[in-house]
């Protein structure tokens, strides 16, 4: 499913993230920036010790990534160049900051991808799996913060994808993007 906001091309495809062909990939981290599961354990499997190293060194400068911002690192042995981390937050109730924050991952995620000169970037859908973000709640706000962030910035990724696990979760996005477009 595809549309488009401004210059940039926004699509929404289920399959695995670790094979999209695009210059930048999203991962939904955690602050540590030590493995996990779910995606973030598939991204750093595909992509090698490459990419454990660059957030090991990252740990070591800067103590690891903060909910709601975003670092960059090599994709290692993706056919990403980059790979960009991004803390979610963990789901409380709604009423804690989390749509605010789960907002600022995609924008600092797409502000890194910009200042890399990156013009294509895949997320997943951050803070759906363990950080217990209700699915339907996070694609209104992922959608709505690429949209805010393309519709203000003066330089966007000339292409935006969501690949999105599973079907269920492909469905909520769908569901989204038409609510908003």
Request: aromatic share 8%; charged share 15%; net charge negative.
């Amino acid at each position: 499913m595809k549309t488009q906001i401004a210059q940039t091309d926004l699509e929404l495809i289920q399959g695995d993230i670790t094979k999209a062909p695009v210059d930048a990939i999203v991962n939904a981290a955690n602050s540590a920036l030590v493995g996990g599961g779910g995606v973030d354990g598939a991204i750093r499997r595909a992509g090698g010790d490459a990419i454990e190293q660059a957030c090991a060194e990252i740990r070591a400068h800067e103590g690891g990534c903060p909910t709601g911002k975003a670092v960059i690192t090599t994709g290692g042995n993706l056919y990403a160049t980059y790979v960009i981390h991004t803390v979610g937050p963990v789901w409380q109730d709604g009423n804690s900051g989390e749509p605010e924050l789960l907002a600022s991952c995609y924008q600092e995620s797409l502000r890194l991808a910009v200042e890399n000169g990156v013009q294509s970037v895949a997320f997943p859908s951050i803070s759906t799996g363990i950080f217990g973000y209700p699915t339907e709640k996070a694609a209104l706000v992922a959608l709505t913060a690429v949209e805010t962030f393309v519709e203000q910035s003066d330089i966007a990724p000339a292409s935006v994808q969501f690949v999105l696990f599973d079907e269920a979760t492909y469905t909520c996005y769908a569901d989204a993007l038409h609510t908003l477009f």
